[in-house]
């Protein structure tokens, strides 16, 4: 498990795997659920530029909708204040599943962490995180 946040709202990154020079793996298959448009979109973007396979979603069931029609991700980036299903449900179902039981979860959050196991999660981000921290984030947690 891996603790960050971006310093401008952040950059602590407690991981040397993190901070560490990551040859980067692209066409990795990645599912953003972020409820926040603009911020959904940016990573969006940013992913997209650096050569990952994106597909963002606004809500928890709509994430779930879309694995349950097929959709395998190579990684999850999840914010946990969504409307319908919280994250921490989507995190659970995802967990219960055998085909992503497996799949690492980026959580990125504008809410109080202190009570998450961290353990759990690939990295655990506080909210505003760079583009470039999470392609790191990203490309340190398919590896591992």
């Known amino acids: 498990m891996f603790v960050a946040s971006d ?17 980067p793996l692209r066409r990795t298959r990645v599912l953003i ?14 992913l997209v530029s650096a050569g990952f396979l994106v597909t963002a979603v606004a809500d928890g069931v709509d994430a779930l909708k879309r694995i349950d029609a097929g959709l395998i991700p190579d990684v999850v980036v999840l914010d946990l204040m969504l409307p319908q299903l919280n994250g921490l449900d989507v995190y659970r179902e995802l967990k219960a599943h055998v085909q992503t039981r497996n799949v690492p979860i980026l959580v990125v959050t504008g809410t109080d962490t202190r009570e998450l196991d961290a353990a759990e999660f ?5 909210k505003p995180v760079s583009g470039a921290t999470l392609i790191r984030a990203i490309d340190a947690a398919v590896i591992n």
């Open 122 to 126: 690939a990295f655990v981000f506080r």
């Open 7 to 23: 310093l401008r709202g952040g950059d602590v990154i407690t991981s040397a795997t993190l901070t560490a020079t990551v040859e």
């Open 33 to 46: 659920v972020e409820d926040d448009e603009p911020l959904r979109e940016l990573y969006r973007q940013e």
